[in-house]
């Protein structure tokens, strides 16, 4: 199996910055696409940014454009998310997700793993 690991999540002030990192290990064959989605209280989980390994291509949602960079390290497996201007609506547990093709044993496999969350609160 595929495992992420997110970490750099904390409490800020409205217009201070974070970054956040997932890291994937595992069994791991090739790595599609790595991303960043949240939740925040009451809502449901959206989409925050993507990148794609090979290429690099990004998407972000709008609210986060011009604020939020997605980038990734190849030769780490890991992702990384910096988030500047932060405001209190920003505020929602962080989910790393990652999708791609894993060797488990006997078979090459496609993956679409899941991190445990990290909590970003933002104060105002």
């Known amino acids: 199996q595929v495992q992420l690991v997110e970490s750099g999540g904390g409490l800020v002030q409205a217009g201070g910055s974070l970054r956040l990192s997932c890291a994937a290990s595992g069994s791991i064959i090739n790595i599609n696409t790595l991303g960043w989605y949240r939740r925040a209280p009451g809502k449901q989980r959206e989409l925050v940014a993507t990148?794609?390994?090979?290429?690099?291509?990004?998407s972000y949602a709008d609210s986060v454009k011009g604020r939020f960079t997605i980038s990734r390290d190849n030769t780490k497996n890991t992702v990384y998310l910096q988030m500047n201007s932060l405001k209190p609506e920003d505020t929602a547990v962080y989910y790393c997700?990652?999708?791609?093709?894993?060797?488990?044993?006997?078979?090459?496999?496609?993956?679409?793993?899941w991190g445990q969350g990290t909590q970003v609160i933002v104060s105002s």
């Open positions: 990148i794609i390994i090979s290429g690099g291509g990004t």
């Open positions: 997700n990652g999708k791609g093709i894993y060797y488990d044993g006997s078979y090459s496999r496609m993956f679409d793993s």
